[in-house]
């Protein structure tokens, strides 16, 4: 086999992303806890008079952890506790 190789300028979409991971997903699922097909969370803070999206969070689960790889609070709302039960 040859192998192509491509060097991705930006993050992949998200068909390449689902062929990148697929592979992996299978090989884990066999080794590990039974992990959930593309665990993915978005959530938004939007901006109530006018819907504009003003912060929010993305992550993913991974064997079952959740990694947060963005979070956007703004900055009028943090230290307030909004985040505590």
Do not use: C
Request: glycine residues 8%.
């Amino acid at each position: 086999m040859i192998a192509i190789v491509e060097t991705l300028s930006a993050e992949p979409t998200a068909d390449q992303l689902d062929h990148l991971l697929k592979p992996l997903v299978a090989f884990n699922s066999r080794h590990t806890a039974t992990i959930a097909a593309w665990p993915h969370l978005g959530i938004v803070l939007r901006q109530p008079e006018t819907a504009e999206i003003v912060g929010g969070l993305y992550a993913f689960d991974e064997l079952n952890w959740l990694f947060v790889k963005y979070l956007v609070v703004p900055e009028a709302l943090r230290g307030k506790g909004l985040g505590v039960n």
